[in-house]
């Protein structure tokens, strides 16, 4: 969709923030987009392909957007993240962005898209958002679980697990709910500041 958006590499945030920097090149977005299909999509389960909305891979399409993103520009990211600060009022509660559709899709399945020209024309409506939110959201999973928990909740929605059941992956003082992981990642986008694990508990004896 991007070489084709009429009104070029400059018409949205945070493209047009960063190109003055050499960050705005849109090549390792859309490559990571195929690479991401054909890495996750052959160990997707059935069902998983029978609800397939038309978008990206059979995973939710918050995390091929979020996959693509992570994989831009330094700044880019930073860009992304500064947004979601100031926008945070307006984000899409966890519980509905992790399960829905991306703001493009309802277009690709033929049926009248809510957002105009996808969003990315005139003012900070909901896809950008949706944009902001999906870097976001995979970074802080990053940051409160590392690499091998992302890597572990990708293998639990490949499976066809809800999203919810996936919490599992990250530590255990990390909420259980998608509504209390909420509370969490909006204090990180705020401060940076992770919830600090307990201290152990003494072994018997000492």
Not at 6 to 21: C, F, H, K, R, T
Not at 46 to 73: M, T
Not at 125 to 134: H, K, P, S, T, V
Not at 176 to 185: H, I, K, R, Y
Request: proline residues 9%; charged residues 20%; aromatic residues 10%.
């Amino acid at each position: 969709w991007y070489a084709s958006h009429p009104a070029g590499a400059d018409s949205w945030p945070p493209y047009g923030q960063v190109n003055a920097l050499g960050g705005g090149d849109p090549l390792p977005h859309e490559a990571a987009h195929l690479m991401f299909v054909m890495v996750v999509n052959s160990a997707c389960s059935a069902g998983l392909k029978q609800k397939f909305n038309g978008y990206g891979s059979y995973l939710p399409d918050w995390l091929d957007e979020g996959v693509a993103i992570y994989v831009e520009h330094q700044a880019i990211r930073d860009a992304q993240r500064d947004l979601m600060r100031e926008y945070l009022d307006d984000r899409i509660p966890l519980p509905e962005f992790l399960t829905m559709d991306h703001p493009g899709a309802p277009k690709i399945k033929g049926k009248p898209n809510p957002v105009s020209g996808h969003g990315f024309a005139g003012g900070f409506g909901r896809a950008r958002i949706y944009y902001m939110e999906c870097v976001t959201v995979l970074e802080f999973l990053e940051a409160a679980g590392g690499v091998e928990a992302v890597r572990k909740i990708i293998k639990s929605l490949q499976a066809g697990t809800a999203v919810e059941k996936t919490l599992k992956h990250l530590p255990a003082h990390y909420p259980q709910t998608l509504a209390g992981l909420e509370e969490v990642w909006i204090e990180w986008i705020r401060s940076g500041e992770l919830p600090p694990a307990p201290d152990p508990k003494p072994k018997e004896g000492e």
